[in-house]
């Protein structure tokens, strides 16, 4: 008897999965008898246990049956048409969110330039040393007395809890637990909201410029973007459209990438438009921890009498980009709709994550590396901006806002194709630079870039403007050339 | 001067609150000039300090304005119409998706008997002593190393090669870390699915009975299910549609809820017609571990070669079930289209407990605690069979599979009104019981139970035993009682 034994793993799953072979292409048909297991062992050197175990396995499997007082016989199976070779790979018939999903795939743009030495990323403060080991202390503590059950859609209480009284101390929002869900980042919160308030072709407005990763999450939902624009006193609310859409997405604390913050009368005109066309408004708070030249300003959900602002925060970009923890305050009509659509989701989060950042947060310790990351941060965007100026001079206009993670530095003596090249010529010596045209819905006449400094100290860092500056000369020099 | 402190927080946010409210409904109107800091710390008895910092973070936000030498003045804003009160509570008009989710709400069925002591769910085992110190062992560990920065949309490659181990060592699939994406538990899997897979309307097969959670999950997203009646083989594949269903759900190991495994001939005969419709199937196997007469049977994957099988495992079952990890091996045609869909999910799971469990797999510390586990619910089955034998005794069938966590309890002595009223007695009595009735497309004419005994120690479970029985007794007694 010919069998093919693969030489993986154990030799009673070899001998297994060789007869299944065997049968499934019909070499061994159906209602042949099997030798002995004796005879069989001795046949191929195992033991007669492991021809045992596999003929075991196979019965209980239906490859085999057992006449009793003669043995096993392969069972009569349907082997027509053959399984083996397939007719063909499967035909993907995608999914119209899967076409899109396609169509807007994020990744291209965000951390092109994962693994250089100066990569000018903005969004994760990285911190030496890293948090690992108080983080790792707070996660045993929470594991020895969380609950091993499941937590519900909303959330662990007591971060529930924590959060509010932070947003009560830090961004004058007056939220009760009950409207407060802990989210797996923000981007599970954009999509929550695009399932539970969007059918595929529903409007949506977000700001010019926005950030892209919000733009294809609700693209990819089949909603109908369009995004009005911005000034220094944030979205222009007279250019909002006369065809309301279902929801307003905004940066308020912090206009992203451009800088400005939405001028009080900018959030009355806003909420004043929302409470008119019954529009919901999503308020992104993705770094208002971070503001250099006063307090923390309220958020738009302060004003929000109307109860129609979702509000997003998240902690990822405070503490560290894996832990992946965000919560939304919803207006109390949308509770339901939320819970449901996050039960379905992935029924809620991680227990004991929660638990530890409660615990990190109550304890007094969130607020210390807040102010920890704040200061590092500080300093970091006065290193940036000086050695802009020493190594770019004019050739860059900073668009500096004193707040966040990132300055956006427009390029009014180039065009888009020596961005290009200065992207190129960069990510060759070692520096990442991130454009900022993806995240307009029209290119901007003018190229930029969106400079992050919250991911290098400080030394990197002036080497980073350094090589900056550098690599500016090479792209001058070329232009200069005869062509 | 009339100010609304409201007594909550540091005084000086008060007083910001307090002139935002008066600013804002117009008591203080627009350019009214404000007393000096002063004056009006004197008048408050507040520190003058706590004056100038609620002048700064008003002059900030925009509801002051600074004359140079003049002092501040209200700013002139667009008050009318007023936004508070508000004209009316925001009208919620659901998205489609919304209101699907709110007609399939999961939560009044699953754990409705949550908080009893002799709750019988199946699902979640419950040890003692729970796991909580191994874990949190395992977490501050791999806290100490893992890279604080963002997993990929796959999950940890560490965590993807154990589970490789695992399927090629316990269910015969031979896998790639390239085809397994780490999912936060199997309910993230099927929206995943139902997104890159189904646009609204399109046809769906499970089985009957089934998993609501999977139907409901798939009904939400706007799928048109049908369920194909099951028998002690599994799917009747004979009675599979015409018209073919973009996706066939099933549980070939061990059909949810009534037990049988899906024999060979079905499974040759499920492929088969899967690959003649171009259909996809999604194998969900969630109990597999747990097989008291034979080792695991191969799963369906196995028999895959048209890679047309979604194979879905989760560690919720047999570790805790707030850990919500759970992995999907998937066709390499899909691979992109899930990638998408994840990262536009959540963008990823958390790095530190994948970690943790790839480190509890690699050092057998999970195959020890599978053992474990399997040799509590063999023993936990033993004590309910002979607890129904000795309580109930013929007024129940028991569709006994020597597999899992639970038993199916046919009652053919009785209709589904008094098994309302069993179950409703048992409650108020501290029993938890959950009828059979919601995994069917069409409540069968005989009512049924789920009889989990994975979550009750042997002698807890001795007692629910008992004190089914004597539930049994009283429904007995009241169907005899003169009308």
């Given at each position: 008897?010919y ?18 072979a065997?049968?499934l292409?019909g070499?061994?048909?159906?209602g ?7 005879a ?12 045992l175990?596999?003929y075991?396995q ?7 049956q057992?006449r009793?007082g ?5 069972s ?14 499967p ?16 990744r291209p743009t ?17 911190l030496?040393p ?13 594991a ?28 004058g ?5 009950a ?8 981007q ?7 399932r ?16 892209f ?12 973007l369009q ?5 220094d006193?944030g ?23 451009s800088?400005p913050?939405m ?9 004043r ?63 339901e ?7 379905l ?8 994550e ?13 607020e ?30 900073v668009?500096?806002?004193?707040a966040?993670?990132?300055v ?7 065009d ?27 290119k901007?006449a003018?190229?930029?870039?969106i400079l992050g ?6 030394a ?8 900056f500056g550098?690599c ?12």
């Amino acid at each position: 008897m010919y069998l093919n034994l693969d030489g993986e793993g154990p030799a009673y799953q070899q001998l297994t999965r060789a007869f299944k072979a065997a049968i499934l292409d019909g070499s061994l048909g159906g209602g042949t008898r099997l030798p002995p297991s004796r005879a069989l062992a001795q046949e191929l050197g195992m033991s007669r246990i492991t021809v045992l175990s596999a003929y075991d396995q196979l019965r209980a499997e239906g490859y085999l049956q057992s006449r009793v007082g003669s043995g096993s016989y392969v069972s009569e199976l349907q082997l027509t048409p053959p399984l083996r070779p397939p007719k063909a790979t499967p035909t993907v018939i995608r999914s119209r969110y899967a076409e899109r999903a396609v169509l807007h795939a994020i990744r291209p743009t965000y951390r092109a330039h994962q693994g250089l030495r100066f990569e000018l990323q903005f969004g994760e403060t990285q911190l030496t040393p890293p948090l690992n080991n108080a983080w790792g202390r707070e996660l045993a503590r929470a594991a020895s007395y969380t609950s091993l059950e499941r937590t519900s859609s909303w959330g662990l209480p007591a971060l529930r809890e924590q959060v509010c009284r932070y947003l009560a101390n830090r961004r004058g929002v007056q939220a009760d637990p009950a409207d407060v869900m802990i989210v797996s980042g923000s981007q599970q919160a954009f999509g929550l909201a695009a399932r539970v308030l969007l059918n595929e072709g529903d409007p949506v407005v977000m700001e010019d410029p926005h950030y892209f990763g919000a733009w294809r999450a609700f693209a990819a939902h089949g909603a109908e973007l369009q995004a009005v624009r911005t000034d220094d006193e944030g979205l222009v609310c007279a250019e909002l459209p006369e065809v309301p859409p279902r929801l307003i997405f905004v940066t308020p604390s912090h206009q992203f990438p451009s800088g400005p913050v939405m001028s009080l009368p900018r959030r009355l005109e806003l909420l004043r438009y929302a409470e008119t066309n019954n529009c919901w408004i999503m308020e992104d708070d993705y770094d208002s921890e971070f503001r250099y030249d006063s307090q923390p300003l309220a958020a738009l959900r302060s004003l929000d009498e109307g109860d129609r602002v979702i509000y997003v925060g998240t902690f990822s970009k405070v503490l560290f980009g894996s832990l992946r923890l965000g919560y939304m305050v919803l207006p109390a009509v949308l509770r339901e709709d939320f819970a449901n659509a996050r039960y379905l989701s992935d029924m809620g989060g991680l227990a004991v994550e929660q638990a530890a950042l409660a615990h990190f947060m109550e304890s007094g310790a969130f607020e210390r590396h807040l102010r920890k990351v704040g200061k590092a941060l500080k300093q970091r965007r006065e290193v940036m901006l000086e050695g802009l100026r020493q190594h770019a001079g004019d050739r860059v206009r900073v668009n500096d806002s004193p707040a966040g993670m990132h300055v956006l530095a427009w390029l009014p003596g180039y065009d888009h194709a020596q961005l290009d090249a200065l992207i190129g010529y960069a990510h060759e010596h070692g520096l990442g630079l991130y454009p900022v045209a993806p995240c307009y819905q029209q290119k901007p006449a003018i190229p930029g870039l969106i400079l992050g400094y919250c991911g290098l100290p400080d030394a990197e860092l002036r080497e980073a403007m350094r090589l900056f500056g550098a690599c500016l000369d090479a792209i001058d020099a070329r232009r200069h050339e005869p062509v």
